[in-house]
C-alpha cells in the first residue's frame, strides 16, 4: 500500500470510529464537569424530517466560530436545533477547553452523521488536542486532526467533530 493510500485508510478508521463512538476514550471524569450555567444562544433554526442538507453558522463571543452541518435526514422528526456557548465554569481534567458548543435539544439522535466545525484562536498542536463530548455528565473524548489558518495576522485552529447526536461538544488541548 502505497504512502498516501495508508494514510487516507487510517484518517479514515479513525473518522469512522469516532463518529461511531467506537474510537473515543472515555474518562469519565472523577467529579462530573458543570453543565449548568449561563449561556449564550448564537444559532436557531426549526428543521423536520424533510428539511434540505443545512449549514448553521455563527461567531462566539470570544471571536471563535462555529459551523454545524446537518445532512439531508440528519433530525427525524420536526424539532428547533439551537447552538450556544458553553458555560464559562466548564473544566475538565484533561486539559484546557479551547473551545466549543452546547447543542440542543441535548440527547437528540441523529439520522445521518453530522459534522460539528469550530475554529478557535490560536495554534493548537496535533496529538495535544482532542475532541470531547459530554452527555449525562460522561466526558468522550476522542482523536482529531487539526488545521491551521492565518487570517489577517491572527492564528486559528480548525477541528471538524462528527456527530451522531446532541449535547456538549468541543475541543480541548493540554
Known sequence: ???????LCATALLLGLAACGGGSLDAGSPQPPPTGGPTEVVARQGLDEDSPATSLQATLPDDSSVDLYLPQYAVRE?????????????????????GGVRLQPDGL???????LTLRVKGTLEQGKTLGFAIHGGTVTYHPVKVRH??????????????????SDHGIVSN
Open 149 to 166: 489558518q492565518d487570517v489577517n495576522g491572527v492564528a486559528y485552529t480548525t477541528v471538524d467533530l462528527p456527530l451522531l447526536g446532541f
Open 78 to 98: 420536526r424539532t428547533e436545533v439551537t447552538v450556544s456557548t458553553l458555560p464559562a465554569a466548564l473544566t475538565l481534567p484533561t486539559g484546557t477547553v479551547a
Open 109 to 115: 439522535k441523529l439520522g445521518n452523521a453530522s459534522v
Open 1 to 7: 500500500m502505497n504512502r498516501p493510500l495508508s494514510w
